[in-house]
């Protein structure tokens, strides 16, 4: 089936990328299988991250089927290019029929794109996994396929003004070996797993990311364990418990 939407707006994505200078490094996409299902799993630290998770799936000639949150799919511009590019709305409280699309699409040969930690993690560090994404590459029989983002936040995340300006800000990714789900396991077990995976990776591209703070007004962006001022997990979720 012709793609009318997604297409076009993977060549402006790329234009625009290139209009910042962004420096793009990207490592592992033969991990991303070429053809059959897959569930593509990654950390959340941007607005932007399912962008960059989809570009790297394109050395592979793939397209990514994103599970976004329904309000996306409501607003007039985001929406109609979301339900173009056939991605999936989740209804947080009626999540049972995004999981049947998304199994449907699985089974279908798509790679759904799944961000298990649900939303953006303030303090750029892993939050805790649902077992959603283990539950649907189980029930489908395809493989997980754990990646991690580094750098997007720098362009746009939660609580911090969007920077789309020149600034040549480098983005790293990630993406590692597959993951299998093998029926007979514990869908728990799966996830720590896929969990632990997705934290080697994002250790490897913070460690490969060629940037630094440029002086005590930029360490936002970096976890507190690494030297930044970003809060730290407890401190969000007192924040959130308030």
């Keep these: 089936m012709a793609e009318l939407v997604y297409r076009p707006v993977v060549g402006f994505a ?11 490094d990207c490592k592992g996409s033969e991990n991303i299988p070429r053809s059959g299902g897959a569930v593509l799993v990654s950390n959340h630290i941007s607005y932007l991250d399912f962008v960059f998770n989809g570009l790297a799936a394109l050395p592979q ?18 929406g109609p290019l ?41 303090s750029f560090t892993l939050k805790a996994f649902k077992t959603g994404a283990a539950r649907l590459a189980q029930e489908a029989g395809v493989p997980l396929v754990p990646m991690a983002v580094w750098g997007t936040q720098r362009i746009w995340t939660k609580g911090q003004p969007r920077n789309f300006r020149r600034q040549h800000l480098p983005v790293t ?33 913070q460690r490969a990311y060629p940037a630094r703070p440029k002086g005590p007004d930029d360490t936002w962006w970096l976890p507190a364990h690494l030297g930044g001022t970003a809060p730290t997990a407890a401190e969000v979720r007192a924040a959130e418990a308030r």
């Excluded at 209009?19 to 793009?24: F, M, N, S, T």
């Excluded at 999981?99 to 799944?114: F, K, P, T």
């Excluded at 029926?183 to 591209?205: H, M, N, S, V, W």
Aim: aromatic content about 6%.
């Design 82 to 122: 979301m339900r173009g590019m056939k991605h999936i709305p989740v209804d947080r409280k009626q999540g049972e029929q995004a999981y049947a699309h998304a199994l449907d699409s699985l089974r279908a040969g798509e790679i759904i794109g799944v961000f298990p930690e649900a939303t953006i993690s303030p």
């Design 173 to 205: 990714i990630r993406v590692g070996e597959r993951v299998e789900a093998p029926k007979d396991q514990y869908a728990g077990a799966i996830t720590r797993r896929l969990r632990e995976c997705c934290q080697e990776l994002l250790e490897a591209a």
């Design 61 to 78: 000639k793939r397209l990514v089927r994103f599970m976004a949150k329904e309000s996306v799919f409501r607003h007039k511009i985001s």
């Design 14 to 24: 790329k234009t625009f990328f290139k209009a910042l200078d962004l420096k793009i």
